[in-house]
């Protein structure tokens, strides 16, 4: 169940000029509530200025570490992440819902693997979270961490990365805007750059596993680097950490101009009719109806707003948070999601 519990803003912590650190006191009541794996987020809900502002963040802490931190980096005009890097105090109360997410390994004390993680900016927030936890966990397995920033002083968690002494990790840091004595390692990870890590025996092409998150184009680039060299794309997992773009939605088509929708939260069941021509998703929908439904990105990144479709039909017009297998099993982003039958009836709380 989406459900949000109250918890106190424990710690704060500038990790560079525009990003914080934010660490929560989990009380023992809601100790098995979040518990969370590598690399997941928690979804976050404030009211700032008379506005509701949900906002999803990765944990940058690692399970073994037991504490629950977040970081927030502002960006322009963004409502919530101002409000946490400017006003936000110790011994506040943010809403905050249990752990979600994909972007996760399974990770056994017996597997001697390699792996490849590439982030860029904010993107290291939950990679920092999966290297921490594969280094402790995993003691055989060996890390290569590509990570992007503009420049040395800009990078987070600079500090906390050089900390790790541990020969089974590699970092190699890039940067945008600043040159190093590595040509290789200048400028932005793209298609290109790709091809040049690889020619310098910096980037393998037979690691068990890769994980990426930043921007969109830094992604799909090196996925469909990865891809044209022959790797499995069962082995590459990504999180996005902004809404991609317009291009990438599908449009979805349909025969009827009205659909009855069911939703069903906190066991409760509402109704509303859906406007096909003038609804933007069944999740856009409910909320202009007055429900107060999950969601963070509403961009088909996340998945907070999931729901399990009970009855009749829905199509999402993008999908980068549910597994193929939670497709299978009936579940939706109900933010990217539209009736595809006149009668449709979906829950949150499955």
Not at 41 to 64: C, D, F, H, M
Not at 249 to 256: G, P
Request: aromatic fraction near 10%; hydrophobic fraction near 35%.
């Amino acid at each position: 169940m989406n459900n949000f519990f109250p918890l106190t803003v424990k710690g704060l912590k500038k990790t560079t000029s525009d990003s914080i650190s934010i660490t929560f006191d989990v009380p023992e009541n809601l100790k098995n509530q979040f518990i969370f794996k590598e690399g997941q987020y928690i979804t976050l809900k404030k009211e700032i200025k008379g506005e509701n502002v949900q906002r999803a963040y990765s944990i940058w802490k690692a399970p073994y570490e037991n504490e629950l931190a977040v970081l927030v980096k502002k960006v322009e005009n963004g409502v919530f992440s101002t409000y946490a890097n400017e006003q936000l105090s110790e011994g506040d109360i943010i809403e905050v819902m249990a752990p979600q997410g994909n972007f996760v390994p399974e990770l056994n004390s017996t597997q001697s693997k390699h792996y490849t993680l590439v982030a860029a900016g904010s993107g290291i927030t939950p990679v920092f979270s999966i290297l921490k936890q594969v280094l402790q966990a995993e003691t055989g397995s060996t890390i290569d961490l590509f990570y992007v920033n503009k420049t040395k002083a800009s990078t987070i968690f600079e500090n906390e990365l050089s900390e790790i002494e541990n020969p089974n990790l590699s970092i190699h840091r890039l940067y945008t805007k600043e040159s190093s004595s590595n040509s290789s390692l200048e400028g932005r990870i793209n298609k290109d750059k790709c091809k040049i890590l690889k020619e310098s025996n910096l980037l393998k092409i037979n690691s068990d596993e890769y994980y990426l998150c930043g921007p969109e184009k830094m992604i799909f680039d090196v996925k469909d680097y990865l891809v044209s060299e022959n790797v499995n794309e069962s082995k590459i997992k990504f999180e996005l950490f902004t809404a991609v773009g317009s291009d990438k939605v599908e449009e979805v088509a349909t025969d009827f101009s009205e659909a009855q929708i069911t939703i069903t939260i906190d066991d409760d069941d509402f109704e509303y009719i859906y406007n096909v021509d003038k609804a933007d998703s069944i999740l856009e929908e409910g909320i202009d109806q007055g429900l107060d439904l999950p969601y963070s990105c509403k961009g088909g990144v996340c998945c907070t707003c999931r729901a399990k479709v009970m009855e009749g039909s829905a199509k999402m017009k993008v999908n980068y948070a549910l597994t193929d297998q939670e497709v299978e099993d009936g579940y939706v982003l109900t933010c990217q999601s539209v009736p595809t039958s006149p009668v449709v009836k979906v829950s949150f709380d499955d």
